[in-house]
């Protein structure tokens, strides 16, 4: 089946922005969420985003979504080293009542001082 | 709140041998998962269970099978563990609200 598509690497200098972006699959996901993982570590919610929404601001980070596309980006404002971390861009396909996350493959963000 | 919580850390087993990987849930969660994540491939869904007493097969079933004790525990075993199932293991619980995740901290597993 389709997958929820991410690229693999972003490098970015500290202090500036960073944009991850991902396409999922199902037009029909009323969640979709942004999770980060550091190193050793399982991973944690960052932010999420209801289907009826455009855009999400939360302090440094903004979430854009365009349905139409099925298109789905974070932007972290004044990248910090302390951001290099994994992102994973997740969705929650209706399927059958069944209410399962499913991830993208995740994007490592490394932050150049 | 402990979370979501996963035994052991780390564990190298022979081809072979069997365990069983503990996680355990103090939220109320009815939902709970056990993924596994490789380099490259982000995390794959092995089997989940939607509620006390059910259990499914997500996308990468073979050589494990689950136990849902309890509305708390959820665990997976490796009957005869074989080197392709070198991993990180994650168990995740979620609420009936958001569906939002939460991770324990992962069984790095090592087959050798």
């Known amino acids: 089946g389709e997958d929820v598509e991410q690229s693999l690497f972003l490098s970015v200098r500290e202090g500036d922005s960073s944009v991850i972006n991902c396409t999922y699959t199902?037009?029909?996901?009323?969640?979709l969420y942004w999770y980060k993982q550091e190193p050793g570590a399982g991973l944690q919610l960052l932010t999420y985003?209801?289907?009826?929404?455009d855009m999400k601001q939360d302090q440094r980070l903004t979430v854009l979504l365009n349905k139409k596309d099925k298109h789905l980006s974070l932007r972290i404002a004044d990248t910090q080293t302390g951001d290099s971390a994994i992102y994973f861009c997740?969705?929650?396909?209706?399927?059958?009542?069944?209410?399962?996350?499913?991830f993208g493959r995740g994007t490592s963000l490394i932050v150049h001082p | 709140n402990a979370g979501v919580t996963q035994t052991p850390k780390f564990q190298v087993l022979k081809t072979g041998q069997s365990m069983t990987l503990q996680c355990a849930q103090d939220?109320?969660?009815?939902?709970m998962y056990w993924y596994r994540q490789d380099p490259g491939m982000g995390l794959r869904l092995i089997y989940y269970?939607?509620?006390?007493?059910?259990?499914d097969k997500g996308e990468v079933p073979n050589g494990y099978n689950v136990s849902r004790l309890n509305k708390r525990e959820f665990s997976l075993r490796l009957e005869s563990a074989a080197p392709s199932q070198t991993s990180v293991y994650f168990c995740?619980?979620?609420?009936?609200?958001?569906?939002?995740?939460?991770f324990g901290q992962g069984t790095r597993l090592t087959v050798v």
């Open positions: 995740a619980s979620s609420d009936r609200g958001t569906y939002v995740a939460f």
């Open positions: 199902d037009s029909s996901s009323t969640y």
């Open positions: 985003i209801f289907s009826n929404m």
């Open positions: 997740a969705e929650i396909p209706p399927s059958g009542g069944s209410y399962i996350p499913t």
């Open positions: 939220m109320n969660h009815n939902s």
């Open positions: 269970s939607a509620s006390e007493g059910t259990t």
